[in-house]
């Protein structure tokens, strides 16, 4: 019986012995098929950028990508040699393509509030992205960041076809528009689709976003108070600019005040303030009372209704009471999504304003 104990022992031994130099020729065998442990991949050389300047803001972008500018456009675009058909002819009659556009994306400033450039750039979609000269968060326009710009982004297309409009506004009657143009030539929906992606210097789609993104966050406006601040007008008398012949004779002054929603609101605070010292000296004039204050303004499909305190149609002749009306009226009448308005004071609309 010990005999046989030991000889188990033994071929128990032997055959660990055995597997373990199985193991070690397996680990040489197969380190040897496999190479050298692959090194971790490097970081992505970051590309050579370049800045753009103008008069009112610059920004950042890659040096691969080619700048250009007509009137108030700025673009910048990248291509790639590669014959095909274009798969946003629909149609199926345009020419073939000799390159594949794989950034192109365009910057413009208007010199108008945000309606204003809606109506401007799409005015088919106005009444279904704007609602009193805001912009509607229903799927059409979503929300947008990118550094300091702050807005809403419209997608319109189809079969991955299409234009991505960017809405800014930057101050009042100022609004940056930025659209970047796609299309299918490097997704799934084309059939060629790995050929493309596979050219010398294509940029990806993933890579197309990073650096559309990149290059919003560096736009940066000259005046630094651009975006937080907006500009408005109030209206005062001033005999020597326009004589008061009528008293309904009244001229435009600009403020600058912090940007806010409710700039109805802000304006008629900024007009009862009155003249400042300088444009008192020049002339300007303000039939409102020191005490003047508006309680509440609702603006509603084109009609302003606002109400003011018992002193804002306090003493005063007849001339000064028609002034104030029309220094009200016209200071509302400045903002787009105002069409008529309607006063009261401390709720009632008649009488009021009356000497």
Known sequence: MAKNGKNRNISVLAAVVVGILVLIAAYFIFSKDLGPMASPSPSPTPLASKTYRNDHFEFNYPALLQLTEKGSVITLKHE?????????????DAPRLSTVTDFNASLQLFDRNLEGTVD??????KNDILLNGQMKTNGLAEPYQAGMLRGFVVNTGAEGCGIETYYFPVETGRTLVVERRYSPDRTQLITYYEQVLALPGIITPEEEMRIFREVLSSVDFKDAAVLNDMKVKVFFANERIKPIETCQEVVAVERVIP???????????ELFKGPTAEEKEQGYISEFPANS???????????????????????????AMAMRVQQIRQTLLQFPTVKTVILSVEGKTEPIFQP
């Not at 790639?80 to 199926?92: A, E, I, L, R, S």
């Not at 509603?300 to 209704?305: F, K, L, S």
């Open 259 to 269: 940007k806010t929603e409710k700039v109805a609101e802000a304006a008629l605070t």
């Open 293 to 319: 204050r508006v309680k509440s303004i609702r603006i509603i499909n084109g009609e302003a209704r606002a109400d003011f305190s018992g002193a804002t149609d306090s003493g005063g002749g007849s001339c």
């Open 80 to 92: 790639v040699p590669f014959d095909h058909q274009d798969p946003c002819d629909f149609k199926g």
């Open 120 to 125: 401007a750039k799409q005015p088919f979609l």
